[in-house]
Each structure stands twice: as C-alpha cells, then as structure tokens.
C-alpha cells in the first residue's frame, strides 16, 4: 500500500458518514449512525472479552468532589492544567462552595466501590470493569480528530487481588491484550515502564511490583523493551505499542501494578486468620481509548473495515425496477438473521451502484436480476471486485455469518 495515497482517518469519517467534530465541542466527536455501529460492535467485542473473563461491570459518576483526586494524588500530579474543575453550590445560597472535578480517570472512584462493604479473602480477585466517559483538558494544539480528545471512552478495569494472584492476573491480561490485537492484525511490542523521578508509595513497593510485572512478562516468554522511569506516578506498568498502516508506533493497551492507591484509600480485606490485609490493584485497558483505537483502524484498514465491524454488511442491487420486490424478499431474509443490510433501490445504473458500494467500502453486493429471481438466488461480489457467482441464498448467510463470527 502506498503511504504517500492514505487518506486521515477524519477525511475518511467524513466520507463515510462515520464521525466529524465540530467547534461547538472542540475535542469531542460527533458519532454518526455508521460510526456509532463500529463502537458498539467493539463494545461489545470488549464487553464478551472481559465478562468472559470474570469482570464484573461497574458504573460510577462522571462528575464528583475533587478532594477524591487529591486524596489518590491525581490532583496535584494533574490539577488545574489537566482537569476540567467546577466550583458549585451545594445551598441555594451560594454559603458552601464545593469544588468538582469532571473524572480524568476511573481509578479512585473504582476505590470507592471496593469499600462499599468489608471485604473477605474468598472475594479476591475481584475484578471490576467500566466503559465510561472520561474527560482531560488537552491542549487546543495538542487535538487531532479521534487521536487525541477531550473526551474520552475508556474500556477501563481495576483489580483487588492478594500479593499471590498478581502472577496469575497479569498474565491472563497480557493474554488477552495478545488475542485482541490478533484478531484485527496487528503486530505489537511489549514494554516495561519502571519507576519515574516523581512517584508515589515507597521503594520497597515499588521494586516487589516491578519485578511482578517482569516475571510475569517473562514466564510467558514475551520479548519486551525497556521504558526506564516512564511507569505511573502510581506504579509501574506494561504497555503494548502496535504499528499502524503508516509504520507510526501507538501505544494502546496497558496494565499496571499498584500498591499506592490501596494505601491511599485505606483499602482492607479480611484474611484466612481474621487479620486485616491490604490489597493490590491493577489497572488495566485493552484499547487504551476507543476514540485512538477506531482513529488507528480506520486508517490502517482506510475504512474497509471487517465484515464484522462495517456499519452496512450487505448491499442488496436491484437491476431494474421489475426486481425491487424480490430485492425485499432478500432483504428481509438478511435482516432476521441481524445482517446489517441496505438496498439501492436509485434510478441510477447497475454499474454505478456497484461503484458506490465499492466507494463505500460496504463488504457485499448482492446483485439481483430476473435469473437470480427465477433461481431464488442471488449473484455475490466482494468490494474488491471479485465476482462471487450465483448460489443459494442460504448458502451465502451461512458463509456470511460464519465470516462474522471470525471476525476475519
């Protein structure tokens, strides 16, 4: 593929109708009905992952009091430049201002759920997720389309374990960073970021969490590269940086040790002997971001997404008006069986039709004539090009779902 004729991600969301930004929200995108397909199917897609994996979701607010973020050490790592602040009332008489923060992250409030009651050994791991907006005031200049926003939706979770699950957990994490990036293609590179010049918690913490990480990258025999003094203020942490069409590295998914917040929040669970423990935490995200995550696969598949993932599956094209009701018959049929699919029913020509969905990126014409009528089939053709033939229309579903299903 020649680099120097791929188009940005945001030229390409424009014309598919995917997502735009506009000034009213500088760093927030608008979702169109097509692009908001692509995020819920990867929402689901990551929702499967992490269920099936024994998460449990969690919901928490996205506007709080500040002093939450002053407590886990957010606030004066990131403070006024970074969070969105707000000073509120809490009486009609403007007597008690109270400062809120719109949440940059999920972490602390994730805190606040674990103390909702005692908790017990037998309880842990407890691994809680969210996908939830979060919000960061990047710089004007610092935002680019999707790259780099405002707001942001984060596939985040936070696991309490004992000191003896960390081995255990981060591996079955790095397992899934491994079979999710698989699944779309891409190639990736492991990083182990240690502890940065500014940090929280104390050495000792830091070096039992650091060589956590690393054994856990090196029991699965993962090559990694070094990020000396790049981990969180928090803790240290893996990355995983995958290449994009362009060669251009991203850093995307991550999982992190932390034995600071759990202090900061006074976290406990009860032992086996009745003694009160304090637990780690590990954060953790597969896309890192949706919005970076749908940037970068918009641009490295140049908007011909997987069957699975592009918002119209099928194009159903009727060859002359005598066929429109066949072509519903068609498209009933796809449409109970969930296929996303749409007919061109247009006064325009065959070929041109064909032409469109090509430029639409749309997987799969269905074109269909008096033959395919006669037959009760329907004549296939990729948006490569390729002519598929004739078949059953039950053959093709069977074919189609099962491309779905793989998510090839």
Known sequence: MDKNKLKDHKQIGQELELFFSHDIAPGAPFWLPKGIVIFKELEKY??????????????????VKSEIFKQSGHFEKFGEHNMYNLVLSEEEDDTKPVRYTLKPMNCPEST??????????????????????????????EVNGLLRVRQITMDDAHLFVREDQ?????????????EFYKSFGFEYQFYFATRPENFAGTVENWTKAEKDLKEALESKKLEYKLKEGEGAFYGPKIDMHIK???????QLATVQLDFHMPQAFDLKYIDEKGQPQKPVMIHRAIFG??????????EHFQGAFSTWLSPIQVQIIPIAD??????QK???????????????????????????????KIPYMIIVGDR????????????????????SLEDFLKSLKSTIESKV
Do not use: C
């Not at 994009?244 to 991203?250: H, L």
């Open 330 to 360: 068609v498209l009933e049929q796809l449409k109970s069986s969930e296929i996303r699919v749409e007919v061109d029913n247009r006064a325009e020509t065959m070929q041109a039709k064909i032409r469109d969905a090509q430029t639409q």
């Open 46 to 63: 990551i929702r499967k992952l992490t269920l099936d994996a024994g998460y449990q979701e969690t919901s928490t607010p996205i506007m």
């Open 244 to 250: 994009d069409a362009q060669g251009r590295d991203w």
């Open 166 to 178: 960390i081995l255990e957990e981060v591996i079955k994490i790095l397992d899934t960073m491994i």
């Open 289 to 298: 971001s949706f919005e970076r995550f749908i940037a970068i696969l918009t």
């Open 322 to 327: 005598r066929h429109q009701k066949y072509a």
């Open 112 to 141: 606040i759920i674990y103390n909702f009651r005692p908790r017990s050994y037998r309880e842990l791991p407890l691994r809680l997720s969210e996908l939830g907006r979060l919000h960061r005031r990047e710089k004007s200049g």
């Open 372 to 391: 395919e009528e006669k037959e009760n089939k329907v004549a296939i053709r990729e948006r490569s090009g390729k002519d598929l033939g004739t078949v």
